[in-house]
């Protein structure tokens, strides 16, 4: 588990392509500089690890492009302190980057392999998330409501409603909506209630499985 500086040197570059997508959050660029993306996938990825791009991981998920992961969370306006619900931990890389801006993070992971690998991988980076939970996404978290910040990282078909119920007033829930191509969406919750909603571009995710039973 070793971060070089050549490793160092490749981030930089990842983080000066994603500003120039358009990435402005001085905060996420930094926890994007700084997490060594390598050590979050499979070693015959090493070289792909500082590109713009998406990779497979196990369980027939991906890690994904680190310019939506961070779009997604310059999306939630995260102040240090905050209350975070992840839907999605996969390689738990998304959640390293919410726990480097200081949020206390509740991430849910519905594929018992990743879970596992996950929930012993994080803490040895030193990426201490409030509680790691093997679960169904869609039901959110209600034992621990309201949250500042909700952040799904795969595409749903449909908004869950209780993820939207979990929201605390002023709070914000970024998900990806749709089958084949996503739309990009924030809600952001005015009232009891009353949301507001924005749709901020295109981006493809895996879907989001829903437990059946």
Excluded: W
């Excluded at 993306?37 to 027939?60: C, E, N, T, V, W």
């Excluded at 310059?74 to 390293?96: F, M, N, W």
């Amino acid at each position: 588990m070793k971060d070089t500086f050549k490793h160092k040197g490749l981030r930089q570059q990842l983080v000066n392509i994603i500003k120039n997508k358009g990435i402005t959050n001085e905060k996420v660029l930094s926890a994007i500089g700084s997490i060594p993306r390598h050590l979050f996938m499979d070693s015959g990825f090493l070289d792909h690890a500082y590109q713009d791009k998406a990779f497979p991981i196990a369980a027939d998920q991906t890690i994904s492009q680190p310019y939506t992961v961070a779009f997604q969370t310059a999306l939630l306006e995260l102040k240090p302190d905050d209350k975070v619900l992840e839907i999605g931990t996969g390689s738990g890389y998304q959640t390293a980057v919410l726990c480097e801006l200081g949020a206390k993070v509740y991430s849910i992971e519905r594929q018992q392999e990743l879970f596992k690998k996950t929930s012993q991988f994080l803490p040895k980076l030193g990426y201490r998330a409030k509680k790691l939970i093997f679960g169904d996404g869609y039901k959110g978290l209600p034992d621990e409501a309201p949250f500042d910040s909700i952040i799904v990282t795969a595409g749903a078909p449909f908004v869950p409603k209780p993820l939207l119920s979990q929201l605390k007033i002023g709070g914000r829930l970024v998900i990806p909506v749709g089958d084949d191509v996503q739309v990009m969406t924030l809600f952001i919750r005015n009232g009891t209630k009353e949301f507001e909603k924005h749709d901020c571009g295109e981006f493809r995710f895996v879907p989001l499985i829903e437990d059946k039973n």
